[in-house]
C-alpha cells in the first residue's frame, strides 16, 4: 500500500528556511514521480516542485524557483523540500503527492497539471510569521 507521509512544517520567521520531508512507504520509490504541493486558507491547492525517481529529473514552479529544492535520500526513501528565504505569503499546508503511470507523471511533473491518480500524504502546517 502506498503511504506517503510528511513532516517537518512549524513557525519560522521570514527569511528562515525549513526542510519538509516526505517519507514513503508500500512502493520501490525508483518508479514513482513525487511532487510538492501547497494549500493556503482560501487558495487552491498549488503544486511547487516534482522529481522523476525514474530519471532523476527535477521540476519547479516559478513562484518558488531559485528558493526551494526538490532532493532524495536513496537511501531512506525520502524526498526533501528545501524552503530557502520564507515569506509570509509561503505560509500553507505542504502536502506530498505520488504518481506512477508514465501520463501521471508527464501531467504531474513535466506540465504541472492536476491528475486523479496522485496519492496523496496527510500534510505539514507551514507559517512563515515573525
Known amino acids: 500500500q502506498v503511504q506517503l507521509v510528511e513532516s517537518g512544517g512549524g513557525l519560522v520567521q521570514p527569511g528562515g528556511s525549513l526542510r519538509l520531508s516526505c517519507a514513503t512507504s508500500?512502493?520501490?520509490?525508483?518508479?514513482?514521480?513525487i511532487a510538492w504541493f501547497r494549500q493556503a486558507p482560501g487558495k487552491e491547492r498549488e503544486e511547487l516542485s516534482c522529481i522523476d525517481n525514474n530519471n532523476g529529473e527535477t521540476y519547479y514552479a516559478d513562484s518558488v524557483k531559485n528558493r526551494f529544492a526538490i532532493s532524495r535520500d536513496n537511501a531512506k526513501d525520502v524526498v526533501y523540500l528545501q524552503m530557502n528565504t520564507l515569506k509570509p505569503e509561503d505560509t500553507a499546508v505542504y502536502y506530498c503527492g505520488a504518481v506512477h503511470d508514465a501520463l501521471s507523471i508527464l501531467r504531474m511533473c513535466a506540465e504541472f497539471r492536476a491528475v486523479d491518480t496522485i496519492t496523496w500524504g496527510k500534510g505539514t502546517l507551514v507559517a512563515v510569521s515573525s
Open positions: 508500500g512502493f520501490t520509490l525508483d518508479y514513482f514521480a
